[in-house]
């Protein structure tokens, strides 16, 4: 391995293990406390349902932001659209979570919905290696955060939360709470 691929492999290691999950324990701590009803469905729910919700707040806020793109093997046909062998193909993960033929209502949080066919680890040979352990940690994180600070909440209204611009990983800058 070059020096090139060394210092590739581990930003990737880097932003893969650890940006993603801790922009998601922020992005879904900015979301429950956004959506007060949805936070108490997940209190009072036990622990398969909070796990489910966990796959719906991985759903609604898909934080790979990039689109995956592919190049077609062969002759595909994409309803009345005909991708060729050797074509590029983008694909748009949180498009794909959003879409309405696989979701009611895609673009709201509810936390009773199954989830579990989501995008946000992407699909096939290009699955997360580590979704079972962002899964677990997200889990626990939500589970311990809002059992022990009930009284966190926002500080900020959401037009104001700070941002993450250009980066491969959807998140913020900063989440400003209070308790």
């Known amino acids: 391995m070059d ?12 932003i893969a293990g650890f940006e993603t999950t801790s922009n ?3 992005l879904g701590t900015a979301a429950l406390l956004h959506h007060p009803a949805q936070l108490e469905r ?45 074509e590029g193909v983008l694909v748009s993960l949180p498009s794909a979570n959003r ?3 696989a979701f ?5 949080l509810d936390l009773g919905r199954p989830a579990r066919h989501h995008l946000a680890f992407s699909y096939g040979t290009h699955q997360c290696l580590g979704q079972s352990l962002a899964r677990r940690e997200l889990l626990l994180t939500f589970q311990t955060l809002f059992t022990r600070v009930p009284t966190l909440r926002l500080v900020d209204s959401v037009e104001e939360f700070d941002l993450k611009i250009g980066t491969r990983v959807h998140g913020f ?7």
């Open 3 to 14: 020096r090139a691929e060394l210092i590739n492999t581990a930003m990737t290691l880097l």
């Open 24 to 26: 998601m324990i922020s």
């Open 42 to 86: 997940f209190l009072a729910g036990g622990g398969a349902f909070q796990a489910d919700a966990v796959e719906e707040l991985l759903r609604y806020l898909t934080i790979a932001q990039n689109p995956r793109q592919f190049v077609a093997v062969a002759d595909t046909r994409i309803g009345d659209n005909l991708i060729r062998a050797g």
């Open 99 to 101: 879409d309405p033929a």
């Open 104 to 108: 009611d209502d895609a673009d709201a």
């Open 173 to 179: 800058n900063s989440l400003n709470v209070t308790w």
